[in-house]
């Protein structure tokens, strides 16, 4: 769910604000800037992926009570690019999608926080489990780690955004929960196999494409 045109109050949009500045700090920080410089591809791989999402984000559904549905592909991103260089790249997505559609630029920060940080984390949380409890696989990276993850971080961030929008007063709970979410579920299992798609293609034919995926790791035996 989209969070872009949902009232927040005051409070909520300083917190985001100061959390997603401090994330952001993070990110310009530990991002390899000098290997980027050092590989137009690599440039080039990570300009496209951030239009291919402003693209993405911008096939959506508006459901009753302008309630706002659409894929985010930001875990893929995080698989793909890194955490530092996804979360950048996710901060752009926001503000341009926001100055497209013309929602309120004061909720960028939690629309980040939300739909960028957090199924980026639930993805590279999935990659660090799955690299210390099971066997070092390709299908255990591209099924348990680009499919499942991806989804689980899709699911996450929805369910936390109907949270959000329950909070803030625009709709009752009940509604959100029983009327809206279970569309949620539809939509992890498209985030899974668009994902998990396109990541098993790249790492196939161009893993360079791919920060988190390792072939001394995967493809070692």
Known sequence: M?????PLAAAWVVLSTVASVVLLLWAVWAAPWRGLA???EAVHVWY????????????????????????????????????????????????ISALVHGTPLANAATVFLLSVAMPAATALG?????????????????????????AAGYGLAGVA???VIALSGVLDARTIFVDYVPYLLYLAFGEGTLTG?????AVVYRPQWVATFDDGFYLSK
């Open 38 to 40: 050092a590989s137009s």
């Open 48 to 95: 496209g992926s951030i239009f291919a999402l402003v693209v993405l984000w911008s096939v959506r559904a508006v459901l009753q009570d302008g309630i706002v549905i659409h894929l985010l592909g930001t875990a893929g991103f995080a698989l793909a690019a890194g955490a530092p260089l996804a979360l950048i790249g996710g901060a752009a997505v926001v503000v």
């Open 161 to 163: 955004s109907a949270t």
């Open 197 to 201: 798609m396109l990541l098993t293609l």
């Open 2 to 6: 989209d969070v872009a045109i949902v």
């Open 126 to 150: 999935a990659l660090r489990l799955t690299q210390r409890l099971l066997p070092p696989n390709f299908f255990v990276y591209t099924l348990a780690v680009c499919f499942l993850g991806s």
